[in-house]
């Protein structure tokens, strides 16, 4: 991978993270923490949306809005862990 692509993914996997962390309110992780839920939220919301046999458009915009469906849905997860936990 080049220093190009990978420069590529941080910034999509940090805007979908934060994205998602605005959207799901109260869940924000920091900087670092929303790069690494945005890059877990690309391939869960590309697992997730391949299931469903949804198709969104390709580019930077398609790969952000997949990454934050990705996003969101662990962010909720993450919700749920967390009040299971208490």
Known sequence: ???????????????AGWLAGMIVKGFGLGLLGNIILGIVGAFVGSWALGMLHIAIGGGIVGSIINAMIGAI?????????????R
């Open 1 to 15: 991978m080049s220093l190009q692509g990978l420069l590529i993914i941080l910034v999509i996997g940090a805007i």
């Open 73 to 85: 849905l662990v962010l909720l997860v993450i919700g749920v862990i967390r009040k299971a936990a």
